[in-house]
């Protein structure tokens, strides 16, 4: 199993900037794929940022040019940087994992999630 932890998570004035942290542990070396993905009461879950093991990075439009997504050369830890934040980012953010070995086979996982708020 793959374990993940998300911390940096808080609160912050519009414009302002977070980084965001996901610690993984277990069996990290068989990981294909990483993402970052939020959720906000009454709505569903939507991916922020995702990365390969190839290093291909895709992001959602809505925070293209403002969060940055990177990682470690062990894939021990990842970072969201976010930058530029507006209100409506305000949301709890999940740290994934997916094992990838087949288009049939797969594990997915996922961390508890930090809180950032933006608010003036």
């Known amino acids: 199993q793959v374990h993940l932890v998300e911390s940096g998570g808080g609160l912050v004035q519009p414009g302002g900037s977070l980084r965001l942290s996901c610690a993984a542990s277990?069996?990290?070396?068989?990981?294909?794929?990483m993402g970052w993905y939020r959720q906000v009461p009454g709505k569903q879950r939507e991916l922020v940022a995702a990365?390969?093991?190839?290093?291909?990075?895709t992001y959602n439009d809505s925070v293209k040019g403002r969060f940055t997504m990177s990682r470690d050369n062990a894939w021990t830890t990842v970072y969201l940087e976010m930058n530029s934040l507006k209100p409506e980012d305000t949301a709890v953010y999940y740290c994934?994992?997916?094992?990838?070995?087949?288009?049939?086979?797969?594990?997915?996982?996922w961390g508890q999630g930090t809180q950032v708020t933006v608010s003036s």
């Open positions: 994934n994992a997916a094992i990838v070995r087949s288009s049939i086979l797969s594990s997915v996982y």
């Open positions: 277990g069996t990290i070396s068989s990981i294909t794929h």
């Open positions: 990365l390969t093991n190839d290093g291909s990075k």
